[in-house]
């Protein structure tokens, strides 16, 4: 019988087309989904060997962007993470959020970064990273420890500061701790509607506070469906049990801090006792001289 070179052809491009499809779907389900842990630093990560810990043998589910505010100062494996674009930053300032969405912007160029994570120098995580990993990535939701001030939760100053903003911009405002968890649908969102950090560049305003939160629910006012937690009052929002936990209150000298939390240096039962307890997956601020590192392993067990 007489070959048929048509049907060969088109048995070889059929072949081809199913080839194709099941490498592509391969690579697709290879391709694993990462956390984009963004640094706003002043120098170094201070206890950037816990660090180390938390991300050993996870390489293929992380990536690292470093923004220091003195580069030459960074001399741990934090150094190759450095982003290029860097600019001056000071407390208080605008710029930290400028810089911070220059690290957002970054980590968006990496289409694999399914949530971005803002943390500190002083920071270090209080969960293994398989539990992180799995938290933040079962949903496509933020988060936030945010809430709307009020004269009659005693915050003052807080509403003060919302209301140096706009009116279109205030009905919306909110206070918000400056470290969160963003999806990276809510980061576009953020990175394409730039034009609106015109309404946060106002002295005394402490933007970084107030800015991420605000222009989510500007942009979106519906955008509470799609965040982890819900507005909360003052005295919750101080507890910050969210994302990121800090003592605020000393019991030991009986004295609430202010401007910054306290920052941990000789750990004692009692804070060990609270790290591991906190709902919050990082905690801050602790001390390059910090023995942590001593107690980091208990704290992020099952046990």
């Avoid at 957002?104 to 970064?113: F, G, H, Q, T």
Wanted: hydrophobic share 35%.
């Amino acid at each position: 019988m007489p070959i048929n070179h048509t049907y060969i052809i088109i048995l070889l491009f059929i072949l081809s087309i199913i080839f194709i499809n099941r490498t592509s779907i391969k690579e697709h389900f290879s391709q694993k989904d990462k956390i984009a842990f963004i640094f706003l630093t002043v120098g170094d990560v201070k206890q950037n060997k816990i660090w180390q810990h938390f991300f050993k043998n996870h390489k293929d589910k992380y990536n690292i962007y470093i923004h220091p505010k003195f580069p030459n100062k960074v001399n741990s494996i934090f150094k190759d993470h450095i982003i290029d674009k860097l600019i001056p930053t000071k407390w208080g300032d605008v710029s930290l959020v400028d810089a911070t969405n220059i690290l957002i912007e970054n980590a968006l160029k990496d289409s694999s970064n399914k949530k971005i994570i803002l943390v500190s120098d002083s920071c270090i995580p209080i969960k293994n990273f398989d539990y992180i990993y799995n938290t933040v990535l079962k949903d496509k939701k933020s988060w936030f420890n945010y809430y709307r001030p009020d004269l009659s939760q005693g915050s003052k100053e807080h509403l003060r500061r919302i209301n140096l903003l706009d009116k279109n911009v205030r009905d919306n405002a909110y206070i918000n701790e400056q470290w969160m968890v963003l999806d990276r649908k809510h980061a576009e969102l953020l990175n394409k509607n730039i034009h609106l950090m015109k309404y946060f560049r106002k002295p005394n305003l402490i933007p970084d506070e107030i800015y991420f939160i605000t222009a989510l629910h500007n942009i979106d006012p519906t955008i509470t469906n799609e965040l982890k937690f819900k507005k909360t009052n003052r005295k919750d929002y101080l507890k910050h049990s969210s994302v990121t936990y800090a003592k605020w209150y000393d019991p030991y000298i009986k004295r609430w801090q202010t401007k910054h939390p306290f920052e941990f240096n000789k750990m004692n039962d009692y804070d060990v006792i609270n790290l591991k307890n906190s709902k919050a997956l990082f905690a801050r601020k602790f001390s390059p001289d910090s023995n942590i590192i001593k107690y980091w392993k208990y704290i992020v067990s099952n046990k």
